[in-house]
């Protein structure tokens, strides 16, 4: 994997932490009172004292229960909310998962209801974005177009989870949430695309197993990096346990990462990006009158140029003559709301985070990666990329709050650990076999295709996310070379909002559908 290329993917949804240090003058007064401290403990200090014993990681789980309404119906359930300690096969303890999981109780066969497993992505971050925004029986309450309310943050009743399809577990990777290796162990070993997806993969055998859930059907859904992490599982779980799944739901998916590395001999990206780019000038009312009018067709002359003129223009480098580039600069301009100069000057490509800045510079105004409905006000106009996401830090401050106060509120776990929500512990990533290479789980999910065709795919895809863009996600699945039989398992719609399109709340209304009738097609005839 490519060095940018992964910090591009990092930088999808993780944020930096700034540590404040204290001053050199209070750090010395801190070692001189700890070390008459240590001094005066020491002459009171029996040699015979004995030495307190290391806690040992074990599981800590609370159930509390619950009803929520759905479609009319009142739904009983029990939330589980804690940690599973994953061991070795001799018993050493490893790492300590924190996992809520949502079971309804009146079901007519428990063992054969769908059971699906949740998480985001990062890498670096906790399942709370899915959990909270989309599946779970509680939900961030934002405003209904998926901008920030006023601060102080509620949560609400989630009228369109998807628990009266299923049932939930919300999985938290190591360092993420309250999610921590066990004492000793180094967190490195989870931190990779391989470490990641074993002990991912150890979790939901591990669960599944306990929970006796072997008859059910079983699912995945993951968003962003969790799209990563889901198709890895696929296979994964399949070759190592023989576990075959239902179905795996991907939410703004990321399968080859070749798509969004924006770097020199890259030219993929800028074309899968353009379309994209061309509904965010829309949204912002920056193309021409016969664009503007008519979303439906914009997109579809953008999608037309962009595998068309423009990828055979990129692709003839040095070979293409000045008549030629002032054509296609002219184009890709009416497409994407800048101007023609900028395209030239560019060398007809223009990355994303130039887009961000430029698209708005002329207003002192940016436009957001996750979402790029959303505006960003720089301190300046100068420079090539904006000084912050308005997409992310609308949504980091809701969801945080929500889920802090909910799982101690409601679930009556407690912990004075810090859940990290996007985390950058984790880094560096170890992208293992990858190194030096683009990351591509395509392969590994058409595999798992392949061995089980009963294996069902649904991609979620947001017209305004310019993290992981529809247009590269359809490319990716234009290329897995599939079967034609399996073809037909993949069902893929795009939705109106950016890369967490749930947060629009006729999205989230449309979704819940989608996925309601996707897991009721795809659990089989044993599914109550």
């Known amino acids: 994997m490519l060095t940018t290329a992964a910090r591009w993917n990092q930088g999808t949804e993780c944020v930096e932490i700034i540590r404040r240090g204290a001053s050199a003058a209070l750090v010395g007064l801190m070692l001189t009172a700890g070390w008459m401290l240590g001094v005066a403990g020491e002459a009171a200090e029996s040699k015979d004292t004995p030495k307190p014993e290391k806690k040992e990681a074990k599981d800590e789980v609370t159930?509390?229960?619950?009803?929520?309404?759905?479609?009319?119906?009142?739904?009983?359930?029990?939330?589980?909310?804690?940690?599973?300690v994953m061991k070795d096969e001799e018993g050493k303890p490893r790492a300590s998962f924190f996992y809520v999981s949502y079971t309804r109780t009146n079901s007519a066969e428990p063992s054969r209801r769908p059971v699906t497993f949740s998480f985001n992505g990062g890498p670096g971050s906790s399942s709370v974005w899915l959990h909270m925004g989309l599946l779970g029986p509680r939900r961030v309450l934002l405003r209904p177009d998926g901008?920030?309310?006023?601060?102080?943050?509620?949560?609400?009743?989630?009228?369109?989870?998807?628990?009266?399809?299923?049932?939930?577990?919300?999985?938290?990777?190591?360092?993420?949430g309250y999610s921590r290796p066990a004492p000793g162990e180094d967190a490195k070993k989870f931190h990779g695309v391989d470490e990641d997806i074993r002990?991912?993969?150890?979790?939901?055998?591990?669960?599944?197993?306990?929970?006796?859930?072997?008859?059910?059907?079983?699912?995945?859904?993951?968003?962003?990096?969790?799209?990563?992490?889901?198709?890895?599982?696929?296979?994964?779980?399949?070759?190592?346990?023989?576990?075959?799944?239902?179905?795996?739901?991907?939410?703004?998916?990321?399968?080859?990462?070749?798509?969004?590395?924006?770097?020199?001999?890259?030219?993929?990206?800028?074309?899968?990006?353009?379309?994209?780019?061309?509904?965010?000038?829309?949204?912002?009312?920056?193309?021409?009158?016969?664009?503007?009018?008519?979303?439906?067709?914009?997109?579809?002359?953008?999608?037309?140029?962009?595998?068309?003129?423009?990828?055979?223009?990129?692709m003839k480098g040095s070979r293409l003559t000045a008549e030629e580039r002032q054509r296609i600069a002219a184009t890709t301009a009416r497409l994407t709301g800048l101007s023609v100069d900028y395209v030239l000057r560019s060398n007809l490509r223009v990355n994303a985070h130039q887009f961000f800045k430029e698209l708005l510079r002329a207003e002192g105004k940016t436009v957001g990666r996750f979402d790029s409905r959303m505006i960003g006000v720089d301190r300046d106009g100068a420079g090539d990329s904006p000084d912050y996401d308005p997409s992310y830090t609308g949504v980091l401050g809701p969801f945080t709050s929500a889920v802090n106060d909910y799982v101690r509120r409601e679930l009556k776990?407690?912990?004075?650990?810090?859940?990290?929500?996007?985390?950058?512990?984790?880094?560096?990533?170890?992208?293992?076999?990858?190194?030096?290479?683009?990351?591509?789980?395509?392969?590994?999910?058409?595999?798992?295709?392949?061995?089980?065709?009963?294996?069902?795919?649904?991609?979620?895809?947001?017209?305004?996310?310019?993290?992981?863009?529809?247009?590269?996600?359809?490319?990716?699945?234009?290329?897995?070379?599939?079967?034609?039989?399996?073809?037909?398992?993949?069902?893929?719609?795009?939705?109106?909002?950016?890369?967490?399109?749930?947060?629009?709340?006729?999205?989230?209304?449309?979704?819940?559908?989608?996925?309601?009738?996707f897991i009721q097609e795809s659990s089989g005839a044993g599914a109550p």
């Open 63 to 84: 159930e509390t229960s619950h009803t929520v309404t759905l479609g009319g119906n009142v739904i009983p359930y029990t939330a589980t909310a804690g940690t599973l």
């Open 147 to 176: 901008t920030l309310p006023p601060p102080p943050f509620r949560y609400v009743e989630n009228e369109f989870s998807l628990l009266d399809e299923t049932d939930l577990v919300f999985i938290d990777p190591v360092s993420t």
């Open 199 to 314: 002990s991912v993969g150890e979790f939901i055998r591990l669960h599944i197993t306990r929970a006796k859930r072997w008859s059910s059907p079983k699912f995945l859904i993951g968003e962003s990096y969790g799209t990563t992490r889901a198709a890895g599982l696929a296979g994964h779980l399949e070759d190592r346990y023989g576990l075959y799944l239902n179905g795996v739901m991907l939410v703004s998916s990321v399968l080859d990462f070749q798509t969004l590395s924006f770097v020199p001999g890259n030219d993929l990206p800028h074309i899968v990006y353009l379309p994209t780019m061309t509904a965010t000038a829309w949204f912002h009312k920056k193309l021409p009158p016969e664009l503007q009018s008519d979303r439906k067709k914009a997109l579809a002359e953008a999608e037309q140029f962009a595998a068309g003129d423009y990828a055979n223009a990129l």
């Open 413 to 517: 776990y407690e912990s004075d650990l810090p859940y990290e929500i996007l985390t950058s512990k984790v880094q560096p990533w170890n992208y293992g076999d990858y190194r030096n290479r683009y990351l591509n789980v395509a392969e590994t999910l058409r595999g798992a295709m392949a061995h089980n065709p009963y294996l069902k795919i649904f991609v979620a895809n947001g017209i305004y996310d310019l993290a992981t863009p529809y247009f590269a996600t359809r490319y990716t699945f234009e290329h897995f070379g599939f079967d034609p039989k399996l073809q037909a398992n993949v069902t893929m719609v795009d939705y109106e909002g950016g890369h967490m399109m749930y947060t629009l709340q006729s999205s989230l209304d449309a979704l819940k559908r989608d996925l309601a009738k």
